[in-house]
Structure formats: C-alpha cells, structure tokens
C-alpha cells in the first residue's frame, strides 16, 4: 500500500493572540544558553510521535508558545492512520511502548491507539552552542496539543505524555531541563547473583551528547549513582564534553570509577554513543 503524508502550511504569528492582523516586529524569544558548550562533531536528534486529529495548518503565535519556528533540519509529516505506514503506527504495536502507553496514560490507551493520525516532528541538526532547537520544538509540540493532540510519545526515552503532564515537565519551566528530557532506567545484572545493578541514561541525543552507563552497581550505592548520572545530563545538556579517561569523584562514591567512550547509534540499548563507567572491582 502507498505510504500517504500530509504536509503542513506553518505560520509564524508575531501578535501575543497568533493573528497576523498587521507586520509587527517580533519581540526576542528567551534563549536556552548551554554556558559549558564545548564543540562536537555530532548531532542532536530531536524526535516526537504526536497522536490526535489536525488541521492543514499550523498557525502558532511566536509569543505564546516560544516558538520562532521549526528549526533548520526538523521535518513535522502527518501519516494517516490505520495505514501499511509503519512510521505512524509501528510504536502502537511494538509491546513495550504499548504497554509502557498502558501504565504511564491509562485513560487514554485506546484512544491513542484508535487515533486517526500520527504527526511526527523529527530531525538531526549540528552540535549548538544554544538549545533554542528545542525550545522551539517544546513549542510546536504544545501547539498540537492545543490543536488536536491527545497524546505524543517521545521514541528516545519511551516516556508518553498527555497535555497536563506536558506543560507541567516540559513546557512551563520556560528551560531545557535537561532531567525531564533524559530518563534514567534500572536493571539486575544478568548473570549475577550478588545484588549488583545496571543505570543507564536515553535521551542523552537530543542535546548531541553520548549517553551514561554505570555497571556492577551494589544497591547500596543506588542513590549514589543515580545523583552522578543526573549531574551528567545536566553538565552534557548545557555544553560540557566528558573527556576520554575521565575518572569521577563524589564523596558518595567509591574511587577507582573512570568514564570511557562507547558505542554508537546502532546500539540498541541506547540509539546513541555513550560513556560507560565500570564499578571498580
């Protein structure tokens, strides 16, 4: 079957009400500054699945939204759905998001799941010495749900969000916030049977940034490690690169753990290079 996408006519309003009633200047946006921005050759790969019914066109007030358009290098695609599109319906089959739906938005799992179209928002753009990408895809995205969304999930931390859970840990902090957009997943140790624990971080992409793993963790030292991957995210999201060999010091951590560089986007267990620290044996 013909894959079909709907594109969209996006106009830019500069009045607060998103009316283009007379040419106005339009007033500066807050940027998101990365203060430890170090320069990289990588890509940020910024990418949502927005569920709902839509408009031909998107017509978003600069102003309301902080949005001064889509970025150089995003692509927004609508795909009609029940279709062969696996684009717009293959997260809706694969059970670990479905279920993932399931527990996270409850109420609206089979809403989502008979929704008539799927708008994705996705693209890679250059390292940046700012996150105004993201603050202007924040934007867009927030528009949809203002205009027909009734769920998006984000594929690189498969965490789902209905409106209310949007606005209150992405859209209304007027930030990066860079915790809310990283997730922090747990698991045993396969093979072992000494209580130790693997942390791991996806997200990491959107800022241009290598993930973090820690292996060999012993429960006790949980909080531990989960404070040092949350000073990461934030470090990495505004800017820092952790060198090759870097070793960590925390005073709630033993010595001996060093960060290497690992991996690469094929890597199914991160869809991203990351830098893997080893508890010290």
């Known amino acids: 079957m013909k894959t079909i996408v709907r594109s969209f006519l996006i106009i830019v309003a500069v009045t607060a009400e998103g009316c283009l009633k007379k040419q106005v200047a339009p007033a500066p946006l807050s940027s998101w500054p990365r203060p430890y921005f170090q320069p990289t050759s990588a890509k940020a790969l910024v990418w949502y699945q927005i569920y709902g019914h839509f408009s031909d066109t998107i017509e978003i ?11 150089g290098g995003i692509e927004i695609t609508n795909h009609p759905r029940p279709s062969a599109d696996e684009v717009g319906t293959g ?3 694969r059970p670990f998001f479905v279920a993932a739906l399931k527990r996270e938005l409850p109420q609206l799992a089979s809403t989502v799941q008979s929704a008539p179209e799927c708008t994705i928002i996705r693209g890679e753009l250059a390292d940046s010495a700012n996150l105004d990408y993201l603050r202007d895809v924040v934007g867009l995205v927030t528009w949809f749900f203002d205009n027909g969304a009734v769920a998006v ?4 931390t498969a965490v789902w969000y209905d409106r209310p859970k949007w606005r209150d840990r992405i859209f209304d902090p007027n930030a990066a916030v860079p915790t809310q957009h990283v997730v922090v997943f747990c698991s045993e140790e396969t093979g072992v049977n000494t209580n130790l624990f693997w942390y791991h971080t996806r997200g990491m992409r959107k800022f241009a940034r290598p993930d973090i793993s820690i292996r060999n963790v012993p429960a006790q030292n949980r909080e531990g490690a ?7 995210i934030e470090a990495q ?12 010091q925390m005073k709630s951590l033993p010595p001996g753990l060093i960060c290497h560089h690992a991996g690469n986007v094929a890597d199914p267990d991160f869809n991203n290079a990351h830098v893997e620290i080893r508890w010290p044996k």
Do not use: K
């Open 91 to 93: 997260f809706l089959t």
């Open 226 to 232: 989960i404070n040092l991957l949350n000073r990461m």
């Open 237 to 248: 999201a505004l800017g820092q690169v952790i060198p090759e060999g870097q070793p960590v």
């Open 153 to 156: 999930l984000d594929p690189q």
């Open 61 to 71: 007030s600069r102003s309301t939204y902080r949005c001064a358009g889509v970025p």
